[in-house]
Every structure is written in structure tokens, then in C-alpha cells.
């Protein structure tokens, strides 16, 4: 089995970080808007979770500049043109302050090779990262098991807890990988990335749906089918001959359509909840939220994460069925 080297897990374990620990800072503000009075406690600990996030993310953009692949940076994962609007508007809406000067540096890192130098300082920030998301995953753990015996109310639906648990346990599986420097084999990682992301859209199209005023019908029935069509492209990872390490063409172009139009809808839906447009209790942060999730899907499926210089077809790259190539990217 390969390694990555040096400069690769640098590059990569960034890459990572600018993507996963916004997402994990937004995860303890959604806990904290959500719980009632009474549970003061968990107010606190969502508290401190939102701010060691925000500050692991300080962090990580300070080592980021010159050391990210340009796709992650172009990729609308990290931060979206309205990213920092949806921030000031979440700030008056909540009362919970964000850190606006801080999305403004990631707007304008560069990207670069990762400097082989800060191997070690990148492992080191890894394992704190790690220790503090496994934290969090058993704040997450406590409040769905409240929910589920019926000692806990708070404002998210069980299944969102859960939700948000798995995107926790899923990045630190992948910082364990990329801290034993691990490559995995490209079939193998899409796959593994499309079982995980298709079931994450089909459930930010449930929670759409269930969010939106009961008057926003159209938008409703739009969110309910891209549910259906998300599970339906979850259950297509068992048409894969894994034997074979085969991917269909015809599934591959699918995954990428599905993703590309769940991507204009939710930027849609982005752009009307801040313009006030939409009748909803989606909070503009959350639109935003879901919106990156699907951009980073896309930059993985369209494998942009690849060097420049390689220029080998879909077919060569993930070993696609029949060794058929298209035009994909």
C-alpha cells in the first residue's frame, strides 16, 4: 500500500481542516440556538465546542495559505459568496456572535504544495483536532439519547443529531487515515465518499422539506423528490461489482447530475432566505451549511482534487465499467 508523503498530508489534512472544522464550529451553534432554558448546561457546552472550533479553525487557516490544493479553495466548500452574509445575518437573528474577520482570510488564501517542513506541527494539530471532535461526538451522543427516552427537548430533530454525529465520526476516520499517511485505492475512496455523501443530501432534503412553512408547497415537493433520488443513488453503491472494482459510466453521470442540481437548489434557496423570499425556520447559517456540503461532494465526485498534470479518463482514473470514457469534467 502507497504513502502519502510529507508534503501530500500536509496539503491534505488542511484541505481537510478549512472544510470539516467550519462545518463542526456550525454544528455546536445549531446544538446551542436549539436547546431551551432549562438546559443551561448544554447551552454551556455547545458554547465552548462552538468556540475551541472556531479557534482550531483560526488555526488552520493560519498554516492553510500556500498549503491547499486550489480545487478546495475554488470548490465553494470552504466558504460561498455569501457566506459571511449569512454569518451577520445568523449573528442579529441568534445573539451569538461569529468571527467575520476570520471567513474574510479564508476568502483570500492561495493555494500551494504542502511545505514538507510542517509535517510534524500538522500531526500534532491533527491529534487535537481528533481529541476535540471525539468530544464533541459524545456531546452529540448525550443530547440524541435525551431525546430518544424523552428527558431532553430541543428544537432539532433526532435524526439531525444523528446526522450531525456521523459527519463527526466520519472526519476523524479520516484524520486516523491520513495520520497513519494511508492512501486509499481511488475506487475504493469514491466509493466509500458516495455511499457517505448520497445518504447526507438525501437528509438535508428531508430536513428542507421539513423546515419550510407549510405554504412553500412547490419548494416541498422539490425537496421530497431530491430525497427520493439521493436514496435511490445511496442503494446504487450495490450495483457495484466490487470484484471487478467497476464503477457503471451511466451511475457515474448520474451521481454527478443529482449533485449539481441538489448544488443550484440549495444556492437558490441560499440566496431567497437571506433576501427574505421564503417562508421558512431555516436559519441563513444552515442554508449555507448544506449548500458547502454539497459543493465539497461535487469537487470529490469531479475529482478536481487531482494534480494538474494528470490527465488520465474517468475510466483509467476509477476503473469505470467496459473502460469507457466521458465527458464528465
Known amino acids: 500500500m502507497s504513502k ?30 436549539a436547546f431551551v432554558a432549562k438546559n443551561a448546561d448544554l447551552i454551556r457546552r455547545a458554547d465552548r465546542f462552538r468556540v475551541v472550533f472556531e479557534e482550531l479553525l483560526r488555526e488552520a487557516v493560519d498554516l492553510a495559505n500556500c498549503n491547499v490544493s486550489k480545487c478546495v479553495l475554488q ?24 468571527d467575520i474577520c476570520l471567513t474574510k482570510r479564508e476568502t483570500m488564501l492561495r493555494p500551494g504544495p504542502g511545505d514538507p517542513a510542517l509535517e510534524d506541527q500538522v500531526e500534532r494539530f491533527n491529534n487535537r483536532v481528533i481529541r476535540e471532535t471525539r468530544a464533541l461526538i459524545d456531546l452529540k451522543t448525550d443530547v440524541l439519547e435525551g431525546m430518544l427516552d424523552c428527558s431532553l427537548f430541543t428544537w432539532n430533530f433526532p435524526l439531525l443529531i444523528e446526522h450531525i454525529r456521523r459527519e463527526a465520526l466520519f472526519y476523524v476516520d479520516h484524520l486516523q487515515r491520513l495520520q497513519k499517511r494511508i492512501v486509499l485505492d481511488p475506487t475504493e475512496e469514491i466509493i466509500e465518499e458516495k455511499r457517505f455523501w448520497d445518504r447526507i443530501m438525501a437528509e438535508h432534503s428531508q ?14 415537493m422539490t425537496a421530497d423528490e431530491f430525497a427520493r433520488r439521493f436514496f435511490r443513488l445511496e442503494k446504487s453503491v450495490k450495483q457495484i461489482e466490487k470484484k471487478d472494482g467497476c464503477i457503471p459510466p451511466q451511475l457515474m453521470r448520474d451521481e454527478i447530475q443529482a449533485v449539481e442540481d441538489i448544488r443550484d437548489f440549495k444556492s437558490t434557496a441560499n440566496e431567497l432566505i437571506l433576501a427574505c423570499e421564503i417562508r421558512s ?19 470529490l465526485l469531479t475529482d478536481c482534487r487531482k494534480p494538474a498534470h494528470d490527465h488520465r479518463s474517468l475510466s483509467q482514473r476509477y476503473s469505470v465499467c467496459k473502460h469507457r470514457e466521458f465527458n464528465c469534467w
Request: hydrophobic fraction near 50%; charge should be negative.
Open 75 to 98: 470548490s465553494g466548500e470552504v466558504v460561498t459568496d455569501n457566506t459571511i452574509e449569512a454569518e451577520e445575518k445568523t449573528e442579529f437573528l441568534s445573539g451569538i456572535p461569529f
Open 281 to 299: 425556520i431555516i436559519i441563513p447559517l444552515l442554508a449555507d451549511h448544506v449548500l458547502r456540503e454539497a459543493n465539497h461532494f461535487l469537487a
Open 4 to 33: 502519502l508523503t510529507p508534503a501530500q498530508f500536509v496539503q491534505k489534512s488542511l484541505d481537510l481542516h478549512l472544510f470539516f472544522l467550519r462545518i463542526m464550529k456550525e454544528h455546536s451553534f445549531f446544538l446551542e440556538a
Open 207 to 220: 430536513f428542507i422539506a421539513h423546515l419550510l412553512d407549510p405554504t412553500e408547497q412547490e419548494l416541498i
